[in-house]
Structures are given as structure tokens and as C-alpha cells.
């Protein structure tokens, strides 16, 4: 967006996105989409990070975006490490603002979004947007931690010119706590490409090849980060379950964080080492997805999850836990053809879902594209021109100016 001062056109505006890390999840995915596909006549891009994360090869090659690594900034509470992440953000934040006084501050994850969103108040940045991808807060958690994190969200909406958020469920969440109004927040979806697929089933066949997998197994996978929130040690039981019925059957899991040991641990003590293969962090996700017979997401809560997307694109079965944005996308594309919800944590139903999925197909399922299926609203590129839309509205609220 260029402003206009007495008559001059300005230089682009300065949008700062700041993320805790660059992990190969959908909120990191979609954040390095967004600053690289930002209309440069109109924004430079800035990008904010911590070290950690598979994406940083990705970030690093991003040529007409500014990118600064905040070796503080991590996704544990640590007292001292996150004064001294808030001190970088900020002392980067101020610098840039003396360079272009037009500044937007646009936070995503949790502990970027507190940190980042404070340093954007004391730097004296006037606009600052935080994308909820899901609450840092949930009902496993101890009830005196959870208040906590709820106090510490309220304090920060305080501060929050608007809120974006990937689902309704996020809104509906944010409202009865009193973080926003409905007018103070918007709803944009996570997205995804939906460029036409180009794989077949020769496809599928090589990647089963390279997995160790024949055409005559069943495939089941999940895609997601090892942690709490997905819920990975119900996947590991749920191939027990599925394994007692179904012998030839595979379960792959794509990802890695804090829980691999305990999930290694549980696939040793239920015998699952032939059954379940740990492929870490991969980045042939669309080849892997389509060489599936079904994906399974158990997660415990979340924001709009991106895999489920992906995988119906693939043409691939989906059975997940019918949690928030899991649910939108989902009843959003048909439920029932594309995909079964089950409540989180009921693994026996879980089960008898992908059992049943299995027993219908032969060998490997016949795909065919049907990202034609996933709404617009869904599309990655209609993710980005809302967000610059959004930019320009609250930039011609703040500064008064016109385009």
C-alpha cells in the first residue's frame, strides 16, 4: 500500500510478521507464504523468527524479505530468554520504525504474539495485528496455568489493533472471554494451494516403494509436530487398535517434537515396531499424502488444521477428531465423502472409522483431483489478499490517508 503525503507517494509500507518458530506447521507454512507473496510496490515484508525450525532453509533463501533471527525467542516459558527476545524485537522494531514511520506488526503463535505485540507497544508501532492459530490455553492443562494464560491473552487483546483468526470455533472462544469483539476480529482462513494435482497412482506406487510399503498394505498416516496438541501417543494407540483387526497395515508419522521419545516408548512397549514408521520432518507432504489409503489427525484442539485440507485435495480419506477448525473444514467439504469426525480421544470409534475405509479399497486406491472440492475461502492465494486488504483498512483508519 502506498500512502500519499502532500501530494509525494511514500515508499512502501513496513509489514513485520514475528513467529516463534519456523517449525513445518501450517501457521509457520502460511506465514512464510504471506511474506513472500506480499505486492512489493505496496509492502516490504519483514519477517521475525526463532532459530528453531525446518523452514529456516526456506527462509533463508527469501530474497525480497528482510529476515532477522531472534535467538531468544523459543516456544518454552523461560523468564530470562524471554526478556531478552522482547528487548531484540523491540530494538528491531524501533529501528525500523525510524526508517518508515508506517509500520504494521502482524504476530502469530503465542509466545510471539505476547512478546512481539508488547515490543510493538513500546516502540510506539500503531498498528499491530495478532493471527490466533489456535489458544495457547486448553482443558488438559492445570487449571491455575490455564488462568494464567487466559489473564496474559486478555491483557495483550488490550493491546491488539485486530485479530485474525482461522476458524469460527477461535472467534466463538475469543468473544466469551471478553479478548474481542466481534467487529475486532476478522476471519481468515489458513489456506492452501489449490493448484490442479499432478500425481497418479504410478505416483503413490513409488512413494510406497521408497517407505518399504507394498501395494497390498494398508497406508494410514498423520502429518503433524509431535506435541500435546496433536496428541501423537493416541495415533500410536490407534495403530493397535487397527493392527488387532487388520494385519497388513502401516502407519506412518510425519513429524517430530517434544513427545518422540515417549512415542517411541509406546511403539516399543505395544509391539508396534513393524507397524508404525517414524519418518521425522519431510517436505514430499502432497506425495506422501497421496500414497495414503487414509489420514487420521487425533489432535486435542486446534486452529484450522492445514493437513486435513491437504489431504482431501490428495484425494485421500479423512478420519479426525471433531475439534474447532477441524470441524469447519470438514462439514465445509461435505462430510461423510471426503471425511469422518470423531470426538477427540475416542480411539475404539477412531478405529471402526479407518477399518471400515480400509476394507472398501484394494490395493492402492484409484485417486482422482478433487482439490476442485476445497471452497475458495480455503485457497492460500485468498489468504494473502485479505490479509493486504485488512492492511489497508486499518492503515487508512490509523493514519487517515488515502490511497
Same mark, same amino acid.
Given at each position: 500500500?502506498?500512502?500519499?503525503?502532500?501530494?509525494?507517494?511514500?515508499?512502501?509500507?513496513?509489514?513485520?510478521?514475528?513467529?516463534?518458530?519456523?517449525?513445518?506447521?501450517?501457521?509457520?507454512?502460511?506465514?512464510?507464504?504471506?511474506?513472500?507473496?506480499?505486492?512489493?510496490?505496496?509492502?516490504?515484508?519483514?519477517?521475525?523468527?526463532?532459530?528453531?525450525?525446518?523452514?529456516?532453509?526456506?527462509?533463508?533463501?527469501?530474497?525480497?524479505?528482510?529476515?532477522?533471527?531472534?535467538?531468544?525467542?523459543?516456544?518454552?516459558? &523461560?523468564?530470562?530468554?524471554?526478556?531478552?527476545?522482547?528487548?531484540?524485537?523491540?530494538?528491531?522494531?524501533?529501528?525500523?520504525?525510524?526508517?518508515?514511520?508506517?509500520?504494521?506488526?502482524?504476530?502469530?503463535?503465542?509466545?510471539?504474539?505476547?512478546?512481539?505485540?508488547?515490543?510493538?507497544?513500546?516502540?510506539?508501532?500503531?498498528?499491530?495485528?495478532?493471527?490466533? &492459530?489456535?489458544?495457547?490455553?486448553?482443558?488438559?492443562?492445570?487449571?491455575?496455568?490455564?488462568?494464567?494464560?487466559?489473564?496474559?491473552?486478555?491483557?495483550?487483546?488490550?493491546?491488539?489493533?485486530?485479530?485474525?483468526?482461522?476458524?469460527?470455533?477461535?472467534?466463538?472462544?475469543?468473544?466469551?472471554?471478553?479478548?474481542?469483539?466481534?467487529?475486532?476480529?476478522?476471519?481468515?482462513?489458513?489456506?492452501?494451494?489449490?493448484?490442479?494435482?499432478?500425481?497418479?497412482?504410478?505416483?503413490?506406487?513409488?512413494?510406497?516403494?521408497?517407505?518399504?510399503?507394498?501395494?497390498?498394505?494398508?497406508?494410514?498416516?498423520?502429518?503433524?509436530?509431535?506435541?500435546?496438541?496433536?496428541?501423537?501417543?493416541?495415533?500410536?494407540?490407534?495403530?493397535?487398535?487397527?493392527?488387532?483387526?487388520?494385519?497388513?497395515?502401516?502407519?506412518?508419522?510425519?513429524?517430530?517434537?517434544?513427545?518422540?521419545?515417549?512415542?517411541?516408548?509406546?511403539?516399543?512397549?505395544?509391539?508396534?515396531?513393524?507397524?508404525?514408521?517414524?519418518?521425522?520432518?519431510?517436505?514430499?507432504?502432497?506425495?506422501?499424502? &497421496?500414497?495414503?489409503?487414509?489420514?487420521?489427525?487425533?489432535?486435542?484442539?486446534?486452529?484450522?488444521?492445514?493437513?486435513?485440507?491437504?489431504?482431501?485435495?490428495?484425494?485421500?480419506?479423512?478420519?479426525?477428531?471433531?475439534?474447532?477448525?477441524?470441524?469447519?473444514?470438514?462439514?465445509?467439504?461435505?462430510?461423510?465423502?471426503?471425511?469422518?469426525?470423531?470426538?477427540?480421544?475416542?480411539?475404539?470409534?477412531?478405529?471402526?472409522?479407518?477399518?471400515?475405509?480400509?476394507?472398501?479399497?484394494?490395493?492402492?486406491?484409484?485417486?482422482?483431483?478433487?482439490?476442485?472440492?476445497?471452497?475458495?475461502?480455503?485457497?492460500?492465494?485468498?489468504?494473502?489478499?485479505?490479509?493486504?486488504?485488512?492492511?489497508?483498512?486499518?492503515?487508512?483508519?490509523?493514519?487517515?490517508?488515502?490511497?
Amino acid at each position: 500500500m502506498l500512502l500519499k503525503r502532500e501530494g509525494k507517494e511514500s515508499a512502501p509500507v513496513t509489514v513485520v510478521h514475528i513467529i516463534t518458530t519456523m517449525e513445518l506447521g501450517g501457521a509457520q507454512q502460511n506465514t512464510l507464504y504471506t511474506v513472500s507473496h506480499l505486492d512489493p510496490k505496496r509492502y516490504r515484508a519483514v519477517l521475525l523468527a526463532g532459530p528453531e525450525g525446518i523452514l529456516w532453509t526456506e527462509v533463508r533463501q527469501l530474497d525480497a524479505v528482510s529476515v532477522y533471527c531472534i535467538d531468544s525467542l523459543q516456544r518454552r516459558i &523461560h523468564p530470562i530468554r524471554d526478556l531478552v527476545a522482547t528487548w531484540q524485537i523491540f530494538r528491531i522494531l524501533w529501528l525500523l520504525k525510524q526508517r518508515s514511520p508506517l509500520i504494521i506488526v502482524h504476530t502469530h503463535s503465542s509466545k510471539a504474539g505476547v512478546l512481539g505485540r508488547f515490543a510493538a507497544r513500546v516502540a510506539g508501532v500503531s498498528v499491530s495485528i495478532h493471527s490466533i &492459530h489456535g489458544f495457547a490455553f486448553h482443558n488438559q492443562q492445570p487449571a491455575m496455568l490455564k488462568r494464567a494464560l487466559i489473564a496474559v491473552e486478555w491483557v495483550m487483546a488490550q493491546i491488539t489493533t485486530r485479530f485474525i483468526a482461522v476458524s469460527q470455533a477461535n472467534i466463538m472462544q475469543g468473544e466469551s472471554l471478553g479478548f474481542f469483539r466481534r467487529a475486532g476480529v476478522n476471519l481468515i482462513r489458513s489456506g492452501i494451494d489449490l493448484s490442479p494435482r499432478q500425481l497418479g497412482n504410478e505416483d503413490a506406487v513409488r512413494m510406497r516403494q521408497s517407505l518399504g510399503v507394498s501395494n497390498s498394505v494398508a497406508l494410514v498416516g498423520m502429518v503433524a509436530c509431535l506435541k500435546p496438541q496433536k496428541a501423537p501417543l493416541d495415533f500410536v494407540r490407534l495403530a493397535a487398535y487397527v493392527r488387532d483387526e487388520i494385519s497388513d497395515v502401516r502407519f506412518i508419522l510425519v513429524g517430530d517434537g517434544e513427545l518422540r521419545a515417549e512415542v517411541e516408548m509406546l511403539i516399543c512397549k505395544l509391539g508396534l515396531e513393524r507397524t508404525v514408521i517414524l519418518l521425522g520432518w519431510r517436505r514430499d507432504i502432497p506425495e506422501i499424502l &497421496h500414497a495414503l489409503d487414509v489420514f487420521v489427525l487425533t489432535s486435542r484442539w486446534e486452529g484450522l488444521p492445514r493437513a486435513v485440507l491437504e489431504a482431501i485435495a490428495s484425494g485421500t480419506p479423512v478420519v479426525a477428531t471433531a475439534v474447532d477448525g477441524t470441524i469447519e473444514a470438514l462439514k465445509g467439504i461435505d462430510e461423510g465423502r471426503h471425511g469422518d469426525l470423531v470426538a477427540s480421544g475416542d480411539l475404539s470409534t477412531m478405529a471402526d472409522r479407518v477399518i471400515r475405509i480400509i476394507k472398501c479399497q484394494s490395493d492402492v486406491p484409484t485417486k482422482s483431483c478433487v482439490g476442485r472440492v476445497i471452497p475458495d475461502e480455503f485457497d492460500i492465494k485468498a489468504m494473502v489478499r485479505q490479509q493486504m486488504q485488512l492492511y489497508d483498512e486499518l492503515l487508512r483508519t490509523k493514519y487517515h490517508e488515502t490511497v
